[in-house]
C-alpha cells in the first residue's frame, strides 16, 4: 500500500502539493450519460444521490460532430449542479490519439475541474498513456488554481493493455482504477463474439461421455469469457491500491444475465460496474453492496477472532486468521456504503434474525 510519500508531486514547478491516498468513496456504479443528449442531460439532477458516479461520455458513443456539443454541455451541466457529498462527477474523454482529446482536457480541467472527481481514458495502451495525462493534469491544474488532485481511471480494451495491466496501475499516483472494456478488448483479441460484456453460449464445457457412448447426451455449462481478464485486472489493481471495476453489459433487455455477470465481477473483487441504461442502476448498487448476511457473518468472525490469531469454530465451520481478512473486507465495505447510503445503515444494524425473514 502506497504511503503518504509516495503520493508526494509538484502540480507545477515550485508548486509542490501533496496526494493523498486514494479516496474509498462508495462507486458501485458509474452511470454514463451523454451530455450532447438533451434528454439524458435533463435527467442528470434527479440521479443526484441516487448513483455513486454520474460520468460526462464524451467518447465512443458520441458521434463526430457531437463531440464539441457533448464537451460543452458537460461544462455547462457541472457549473448548474450541486452533485452533494455522495455522487462524485467524473467523464470519459476521447482517445489520447484522437483530435478531440486534448481539447477535452484543456476545457475540462480548467472550466469545472474543481467539480471534477475523475477523469476515465480510453484505449490505454501502457504506462506512457498515463504519464502523458498525468503531466498534462499537473499543468492544468496549476493554470486552474486547483488545489485537489483530479485522479486517473484507465480503460483496458486493447491487448496490449492487458500486457502492461501491472505497469499501468502503477503509472501514477493519480491512479484511481482501470475499467473492462470487452467490446474494444474482444475486437482486439480477435475473440469471435460481438456480444458486449459477459458469457458466450458456444464458451463451455461438456461432461465426459457416460459408458463410452459418445453420441449419447451430455451436460454442458456455459463460461465466463472474462475470467482470467478480471482476475488478472484485480490483482494488478489490489499490487497497486488502486480499484477494478468490470465495464459496460450490453443487452440491456436482459437483466437476469447483467446481474450474474455484475456479480461474478464482485464476487473476483470488483468493486463496482458500469450502468448504461437506467434499468441496470439499481442492479448493480445491490450487487455490489455485500448482503446482510454475509456482514452479520462477517461481524460474528471478527468478534469471535479477538485478537486474529488462532481459530475458532462458527456453525461447524473453522474460522482462522485468513477468514478474518476476508471478512474484515466485508466490514469494512459495510460501513462504508451505510455512511452514505440510509437504506444499508438500516439493513446493517437489523439483528440477524429480522435479515433473514
Keep these: 500500500m502506497r504511503t503518504a510519500k509516495d503520493f508526494f508531486r509538484p502540480l507545477a514547478v515550485g508548486a509542490p502539493t501533496p496526494l493523498t491516498q486514494v479516496p474509498a468513496r462508495p462507486s458501485r456504479v458509474i452511470h454514463f450519460f451523454d ?42 451541466i457541472a457549473r448548474a449542479t450541486d452533485f452533494g457529498e455522495n455522487t462524485q462527477l467524473w467523464t470519459r474523454v476521447n482517445a489520447l490519439d484522437s483530435p478531440w482529446a486534448l481539447d477535452d482536457l484543456t476545457t475540462l480541467v480548467t472550466e469545472i475541474g474543481d467539480k471534477l472527481d475523475v477523469v476515465m481514458v480510453p484505449k490505454v495502451q501502457g504506462a506512457e498513456d498515463i504519464h502523458y495525462v498525468d503531466r498534462l493534469l499537473a499543468q492544468l491544474e496549476a493554470k486552474a488554481g486547483l488545489t485537489r488532485p ?54 463451455l464445457v461438456r461432461t465426459d461421455p457416460v459408458d463410452g457412448d459418445v453420441r449419447g447426451e451430455r451436460a454442458t455449462a456455459q463460461q465466463d469469457l472474462w475470467h482470467y481478464t478480471i482476475a488478472r485486472m484485480v490483482d494488478a489493481c489490489a499490487m497497486h491500491g488502486i480499484y477494478p471495476y468490470y465495464g459496460p453489459f450490453g443487452d440491456i433487455e436482459d437483466v437476469v444475465a447483467c446481474e450474474d455477470q455484475f456479480r461474478n465481477a464482485f464476487l473476483l473483487g470488483c468493486v463496482g460496474t458500469w450502468s448504461l441504461h437506467p434499468v441496470q442502476i439499481e442492479i448493480a448498487k445491490r450487487v455490489f453492496s455485500p448482503s446482510a448476511e454475509d456482514v452479520a457473518h462477517a461481524r460474528r468472525v471478527v468478534a469471535a477472532m479477538g485478537d486474529g490469531t488462532g481459530a475458532v469454530m462458527l456453525d461447524g465451520k473453522m474460522e482462522d486468521d485468513a477468514s478474518l481478512k476476508q471478512c474484515l473486507v466485508i466490514v469494512e465495505l459495510a460501513e462504508r456504503l451505510a455512511r452514505t447510503d440510509p437504506a444499508l445503515a438500516e439493513l446493517y444494524a437489523a439483528e440477524p434474525a429480522t435479515q433473514e425473514g
Aim: aromatic residues 2%; hydrophobic residues 40%; contains cysteine.
Design 35 to 76: 451530455p450532447s443528449n438533451p434528454k439524458m442531460a435533463a435527467k442528470v439532477p434527479g440521479l443526484v444521490g441516487a448513483v455513486d458516479v454520474l460520468l460526462g461520455n464524451l467518447e465512443d458513443a458520441v458521434k463526430a460532430d457531437r463531440k464539441e456539443a457533448a464537451r460543452e454541455g458537460l461544462v455547462e
Design 150 to 203: 483530479i485522479l486517473v481511471h484507465a480503460i483496458l480494451e486493447t491487448a496490449r493493455g492487458m500486457v502492461n495491466v501491472e505497469e499501468i496501475c502503477g503509472a501514477s499516483p493519480r491512479m484511481q482504477g482501470l475499467s473492462l472494456g470487452p467490446a474494444d478488448l474482444a475486437a482486439d483479441r480477435r475473440m469471435k463474439t460481438t456480444r458486449v460484456g459477459g458469457g458466450h453460449p458456444g464458451y
